[in-house]
Antibody, heavy 128, light 108 residues
Framework: QVQLVQSGGGVVQPGGSLRVSCEVS???????????VHWVRQAPGKGLEWVAF????????YYADSVKDRFAISRDNSKNTLYLQMDVLTAEDTAVYYC??????????????????WGQGTLVTVSS | EKVMTQSPATLSVSPGERATLSCRAS??????LAWYQQKPGQAPRLLIY???TRATGIPVRFSGSGSGTEFTLTITSLQSEDFAVYYC??????????FGQGTKLEIK
């Protein structure tokens, strides 16, 4: 059974940094392009926003414009865990952050992914 | 960027009746569209992908239709557990995935 269990999050001051983790089970983050995990966030009372994705070997990383140059994805395949490092945080980054398994196909450099399942989410609050 | 617009924002329907939710894309997304259900305090749950394919374990009362720019999620014979917020997501425009703003389905 595929599961994604998140940890980290909390309260941080504007301009600060935080890292959230996503440990996966039921599949392994092996060195091939078969398993994909994305980050999606949801501001309080708002809708969903795709945030980031990285290929299994880190050769390609993709970020939403709203977080580019401030957020960074990394992964530790030996721990089956992904990380989202968030720097220079602002109030607009306050949200529940979800990791989610990408499902679908990869064609010509494009990932046609929907998300299933999702982690339980972790709340990041940016406030002074 | 492909903008996804859902309507209505809120839909009031009585249990046992049918609910019809709409999702419109600003540009053609082919059939690369998914639907999710989200209940308060929970992560979203996948209902439909490929515009019309039910995910594993999803009851048959949930059905999706459409292609291109117009999509519909239909829920027949509403059960109490179906009242939630529903989101559509296009995955045609990698890496600029986008979601609709959601439709809240409430009990009438």
């Amino acid at each position: 059974q595929v599961q994604l269990v998140q940890s980290g999050g909390g309260v941080v001051q504007p301009g600060g940094s935080l890292r959230v983790s996503c440990e996966v089970s039921g599949f392994t983050l092996t060195n091939n392009d078969l398993h994909w995990v994305h980050w999606v966030r949801q501001a309080p009372g708002k809708g969903l926003e795709w945030v980031a994705f990285a290929r299994y070997d880190g050769s390609n990383k993709y970020y939403a414009d709203s977080v580019k140059d401030r957020f960074a994805i990394s992964r530790d395949n030996s721990k089956n865990t992904l990380y989202l490092q968030m720097d220079v945080l602002t109030a607009e980054d306050t949200a529940v952050y979800y990791c989610a398994k990408g499902v679908g196909h990869y064609t010509g450099g494009d990932y046609y992914n929907w998300f299933d399942p999702w982690g339980q989410g972790t709340l990041v609050t940016v406030s002074s | 960027e492909k903008v996804m617009t859902q309507s209505p924002a809120t839909l009031s329907v009585s249990p046992g009746e049918r609910a019809t939710l709409s999702c419109r894309a600003s540009q053609n997304v082919n059939n690369n569209l998914a639907w999710y259900q989200q209940k308060p305090g929970q992560a979203p749950r996948l209902l439909i992908y490929g515009g019309s394919t039910r995910a594993t374990g999803i009851p048959v009362r949930f059905s999706g239709s459409g292609s291109g720019t117009e999509f519909t999620l239909t829920i027949t014979s509403l059960q109490s557990e179906d009242f939630a917020v529903y989101y559509c997501q296009q995955y045609n425009n990698w890496p600029l995935y986008s979601f609709g703003q959601g439709t809240k389905l409430e009990i009438k």
